[in-house]
Nanobody, 118 residues
Framework: VQLQASGGGLVQPGGSLRLSCAVS????????MGWYRQAPGKQREAVAS???????SYEDSVKGRFTISRDNTKSTVYLQMNSLRPEDTAAYFC?????????????WGQGTLVTVSS
C-alpha cells in the first residue's frame, strides 16, 4: 500500500489550502482515513478522520475551519483547510487503514509541509 500526499505550501494567515492523499496498491476496501500533523518540537497529533461510511471527527482547534472528505472511486482523501492560522504550521501526514488480500494494513504518507506565515 502506497500513499502519495500533496497540496502543502506557503500561505498567508486567513488563506486556504487543500491537501490530497492518493492510496494505491492491492486494496480491497478503504476503511479509516485520517490526517495528522506534527509541528517542530511537538508530538504528532490527529487533525481529522473519516470512516468508511463517511462519519467524520475533528480536533477541536480545526473544527469549523477544516473539512475532511474522501473519494472512494479515486482512493483519495482530502483535507480542505480554510482560515489558516500560524499555529497550523506543521508537516501533515495522511494515515489509512485498508483491507488487502493479505488482511488489514495501516499505512502512512510521506508528509506534506504547510507553512502559514505573512
Amino acid at each position: 500500500v502506497q500513499l502519495q500526499a500533496s497540496g502543502g505550501g506557503l500561505v498567508q494567515p486567513g488563506g486556504s489550502l487543500r491537501l490530497s492523499c492518493a492510496v494505491s496498491g492491492s486494496i480491497i476496501s478503504l476503511n479509516y482515513m485520517g490526517w495528522y500533523r506534527q509541528a517542530p518540537g511537538k508530538q504528532r497529533e490527529a487533525v481529522a478522520s473519516i470512516s468508511r461510511d463517511g462519519a467524520t471527527s475533528y480536533e477541536d482547534s480545526v473544527k469549523g475551519r477544516f473539512t475532511i472528505s474522501r473519494d472512494n472511486t479515486k482512493s483519495t482523501v482530502y483535507l480542505q483547510m480554510n482560515s489558516l492560522r500560524p499555529e497550523d504550521t506543521a508537516a501533515y501526514f495522511c494515515n489509512v487503514i485498508v483491507r488487502t488480500p493479505w488482511g488489514s494494513r495501516e499505512s502512512w504518507g510521506q508528509g506534506t509541509l504547510v507553512t502559514v506565515s505573512s
